[in-house]
């Protein structure tokens, strides 16, 4: 009984690792996203998630780059909890990259659309494709292996205490 109750608690504490990884996950990466265009390496910056709904010229100033990456944050929960019902168990690197590549993909290929700021996959510069692909696959990684790396550790510990 002792047991099961301690496993309860691992898991709602599991819950609240998704929802912080998935948070400051999006938040960082975000930010580098970020530093990428402000150096010229892409010529996508986060603030393109807020071009459909926002007016005003506000969402070109820091304000908006601000609000912009925190609503990357808050939808990166979402992402994040998507990872954990998919591959939680699996083990390693490739499952987190394959992920951020797939986020990639859906982003680019299937919501581009609704984001007029991102240009079509096939008219990306060479600059703004590698800086993207690479931001996503290591944003897949962080989000995937913090979330892989918690779930068998609990259960590992569940197996040790049984």
Known sequence: METSKKYENKMS??????????????????????????????????????????????????????ISMILIAVISIGVAFVYSVLLKKAKGLIPGAAFGLGVFLIIFLLLNPIFPGISPLRDLDKNTFVTSVCLFLLYGVFIGYSISWEFLNIQNNKEISE
């Not at 999006?26 to 150096?39: D, E, R, T």
């Not at 807020?50 to 820091?62: D, Q, V």
Request: charged share 10%; net charge positive; proline share 4%.
């Open 13 to 66: 504490e599991f819950r609240m690792l998704i929802i912080l990884t998935g948070f400051w996950g999006g938040l960082f990466w975000s930010f580098l996203g970020q530093v990428g265009y402000y150096f010229n390496f892409t010529k996508i910056s986060p603030r393109v998630i807020l071009e459909p709904w926002a007016l005003g010229n506000w969402k070109t100033s820091w304000l908006g780059t601000l």
